[in-house]
């Protein structure tokens, strides 16, 4: 999923509201934290606080207040779900036999040294390496 596709397919708004100075240091500062755009960030916890809330009689920015309060335990639990595809900016895959021990990028499977494996090719200079199994090669 793509972060401009809605759940279920749903479209999606564009929300304007207004967030206290003090706030929206905080969400910054998070953001900056995680390494995500502040508008992905707010979004997950908006989604959260959606899931959990019983009832609509918050506001947007009292569900911002509170998710805030409770961010710096749920970092690592948020982070994991705004992080990006391992093989976003991939832009093709080349077959290779490992000369190294490493790890599928996308089922985390092992992968000896010996292996037959896919090379992720990126468009960006500083991307990690990446390789995948065969498993995981993109189907045509
Ligand atoms: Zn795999």
Partial sequence: MTSEEGK???KERVLHTRVPA????ELKRFAENLRVPVSNL???????????????????EERLRGAVRTLEKER????????????QGIVAFQDVTLAVSTAC?????????GTRALLGISD?????????CETCRPKT
């Fill in 76 to 87: 690592e639990r948020l982070k994991k779900r705004i992080e990006h595809d391992p093989l």
């Fill in 124 to 132: 960006a200079p500083d991307a990690p390496r990446v390789f995948i």
């Fill in 42 to 60: 707010v979004r997950t916890i908006l989604e959260d606080a959606v899931s959990v809330a019983d009832a609509a009689t918050e506001t947007v």
């Fill in 22 to 25: 003090v706030l929206e240091r």
């Fill in 8 to 10: 279920d397919g749903k």
């Fill in 105 to 113: 990028a996308r089922c985390e499977r092992d992968l000896p040294r």
